[in-house]
């Protein structure tokens, strides 16, 4: 079983910067696996922010394309998330997620425990 760990939120100013990092563990090859973010607001539904496959290549929800950048570095089971120009709405807890396989991504039920992001306008 995988375990995830989620840091680096905290609260911005709305047109600040963070970097999220995702650090995996267990069972898991991480270099074989593509991996997603996630984001949950208050009273909302989580949803897809983006997801990275084991070769690199990058998917982005509308809403951050521009301003989310994921990356990975297989050496130390890590996955990003570098977000600038943030915006209030980008307000939530993010959450990273192991895909099943390499070259595409679907979410698995292995998550993390998530890292709280706050914008302020």
């Known amino acids: 079983q995988e375990q995830l760990v989620e840091s680096g939120g905290g609260l911005v100013q709305a047109g600040g910067s963070l970097r999220l990092s995702c650090v995996a563990s267990?069972?898991?090859?991480?270099?074989?696996?593509?991996m997603g973010w996630y984001r949950q607001a208050p009273e909302k539904k989580r949803e897809f922010v983006g997801s990275i496959t084991a070769f690199g290549r990058t998917v982005y929800v509308d809403s951050v394309k521009g301003r989310f950048t994921i990356s990975r570095d297989n050496a130390k089971n890590t996955m990003y998330l570098q977000m600038n120009s943030l915006k209030p709405d980008d307000t939530g807890v993010y959450y990273c997620?192991?895909?099943?396989?390499?070259?595409?991504?679907?979410?698995?039920?292995?998550w993390g425990q998530g890292t709280q992001v706050t914008v302020s306008s």
């Open positions: 997620n192991v895909g099943r396989s390499g070259g595409y991504y679907q979410a698995s039920d292995s």
């Open positions: 267990g069972s898991t090859t991480f270099s074989n696996k593509a």
